[in-house]
């Protein structure tokens, strides 16, 4: 096929994928020798959409705008902390680009080169870490004061996750996970 009639299968088809992603299933099936059966096209067509691969995450930002408006002055400040901590962790590095999954992940990558993340679980999967967050409780399950290292504090026992005064969820125990396609380690 060529390629305006390739555009044509893909559309008819109603696959994800973009143009150059059955350009490359078709050039690597001519290779085998061999049509793709229309499972593996979807299959393919599955493990390659945006959901599976995050593209739209790895987009690269090279011009960030901030409009004036309520959070300007807060989305300003995240992004100076977020060029900070980029500048520190890929010093001499130019093959990392600014996107949304960097964002995302560049603060569990500051905290474990601060040997803040001891305990980071790390997966098999080179782009996935879950970080368990050990929570010491504040208050009761009544919103009453618990005592700094008392063994209720500790174990949280008879409490439950609640609001406290300043709006902070208090109690219970955290696991947050950020995924980078370059390793948790970038």
Same mark, same amino acid.
């Given at each position: 096929?060529?390629?305006?009639?390739?555009?044509?299968?893909?559309?008819?088809?109603?696959?994800?994928?973009?143009?150059?992603?059955?350009?490359? $299933?078709? %050039?690597?099936?001519?290779? =085998?020798?061999?049509?793709?059966?229309?499972?593996? !096209?979807? *299959?393919?067509? +599955?493990?390659?959409?945006?959901?599976?691969?995050?593209?739209?995450?790895?987009?690269?930002?090279?011009?960030?705008?901030?409009?004036?408006?309520?959070?300007?002055?807060?989305?300003?400040?995240?992004?100076?902390?977020?060029?900070?901590?980029?500048?520190?962790?890929?010093?001499?590095?130019?093959?990392?680009?600014?996107?949304?999954?960097?964002?995302?992940?560049?603060?569990?990558?500051?905290?474990?080169?601060?040997?803040? $993340?001891? %305990?980071?679980?790390?997966? =098999?999967?080179?782009?996935?870490?879950?970080?368990? !967050?050990? *929570?010491?409780? +504040?208050?009761?399950?009544?919103?009453?004061?618990?005592?700094?290292?008392?063994?209720?504090?500790?174990?949280?026992?008879?409490?439950?996750?609640?609001?406290?005064?300043?709006?902070?969820?208090?109690?219970?125990?955290?696991?947050?996970?950020?995924?980078?396609?370059?390793?948790?380690?970038?």
């Amino acid at each position: 096929m060529d390629d305006s009639t390739l555009e044509e299968y893909r559309n008819k088809m109603g696959l994800a994928m973009d143009h150059a992603d059955i350009k490359f $299933l078709q %050039d690597y099936f001519k290779k =085998e020798n061999r049509d793709p059966t229309e499972t593996e !096209i979807r *299959v393919l067509d +599955t493990y390659w959409s945006d959901h599976c691969r995050h593209t739209t995450f790895l987009t690269e930002l090279k011009d960030i705008k901030i409009e004036e408006g309520p959070y300007s002055k807060l989305f300003e400040k995240s992004l100076k902390n977020y060029t900070q901590m980029r500048t520190e962790m890929y010093v001499g590095r130019n093959d990392k680009p600014v996107t949304l999954m960097d964002m995302a992940v560049i603060g569990i990558k500051y905290l474990k080169k601060h040997g803040k $993340l001891d %305990d980071m679980e790390v997966s =098999e999967e080179n782009n996935a870490c879950s970080v368990v !967050i050990d *929570v010491h409780y +504040t208050r009761d399950k009544n919103g009453n004061p618990v005592e700094k290292g008392s063994k209720e504090a500790q174990s949280g026992k008879g409490c439950g996750s609640r609001k406290g005064e300043s709006g902070e969820e208090e109690g219970g125990t955290g696991r947050s996970a950020g995924r980078d396609p370059h390793g948790p380690y970038g």
